[in-house]
T-cell receptor
Framework: DAGVIQSPRHEVTEMGQEVTLRCKPI?????LFWYRQTMMRGLELLIYFNNNVPIDDSGMPEDRFSAKMPNASFSTLKIQPSEPRDSAVYFCASSLDRPEAFFGQGTRLTVV | RKEVEQDPGPFNVPEGATVAFNCTYSNSASQSFFWYRQDCRKEPKLLMS???SGNEDGRFTAQLNRASQYISLLIRDSKLSDSATYLC????????????FGKGTKLSVKP
């Protein structure tokens, strides 16, 4: 079974550039989550969608971050403009009507 | 106060040891509880759910104390392969998810 698929796995970009992270949830799952993980803050929920609708985006750090889910099989997290403090591992996760979630392998973002 | 607090460790134990991790949560409305495991540079993976009555899965036992807002994980006969970070997770929005993660407890099992 294909799990949650994220791309790219690694991204290095210069400060000020736009970064787009992509996620394909597990087929049939109806909830999708974006998390960010850093050593200092651990795993933080940025936003989650249910049936493609954003339910809670209170974790999105600021207006530079935006997320979309145009259909049930695809979501993007965009950072524009990127800053060095955005460097982290970004995880996408999905679930089906259950609180436990399945995570993708993550995108390791480095902003220099 | 953080919503989910864990001792960061690291816990360094020999093979075969029994080790226990604790976790406290601040929101009394929390409904579901889990332990996730995260290997170095990998994604978190569900280890087990935690039920009020306590539950066991092989060498792993999880306990929940709602009155004290306390969760525990016990690992018996630890193996080298148990080395990982263990994340305590709570959910208080029912089936829609919104999992709140602790920062994790790092376990290192030595030969």
């Amino acid at each position: 079974d294909a799990g949650v698929i994220q791309s790219p796995r690694h991204e290095v970009t210069e400060m000020g550039q736009e970064v787009t992270l992509r996620c394909k949830p597990i087929s049939g799952h109806n909830s999708l989550f974006w998390y960010r993980q850093t050593m200092m803050r651990g795993l933080e929920l940025l936003i989650y969608f249910n049936n493609n609708v954003p339910i809670d985006d209170s974790g999105m750090p600021e207006d530079r971050f935006s997320a979309k889910m145009p259909n049930a099989s695809f979501s993007t997290l965009k950072i524009q403009p990127s800053e060095p403090r955005d460097s982290a591992v970004y995880f996408c996760a999905s679930s089906l009507d259950r609180p436990e979630a399945f995570f993708g392998q993550g995108t390791r973002l480095t902003v220099v | 106060r953080k919503e989910v607090e864990q001792d960061p460790g690291p816990f360094n134990v020999p093979e075969g040891a029994t080790v226990a991790f604790n976790c406290t949560y601040s929101n009394s409305a929390s409904q579901s509880f889990f332990w996730y495991r995260q290997d170095c540079r990998k994604e978190p993976k569900l280890l087990m759910s935690v039920y009020s009555s306590g539950n066991e899965d092989g060498r792993f036992t999880a306990q929940l104390n709602r009155a004290s807002q306390y969760i525990s994980l016990l690992i018996r006969d630890s193996k080298l392969s148990d080395s990982a970070t263990y994340l305590c997770v709570v959910n208080y929005r029912g089936s829609q998810g919104n999992l709140i993660f602790g920062k994790g407890t790092k376990l290192s099992v030595k030969p």
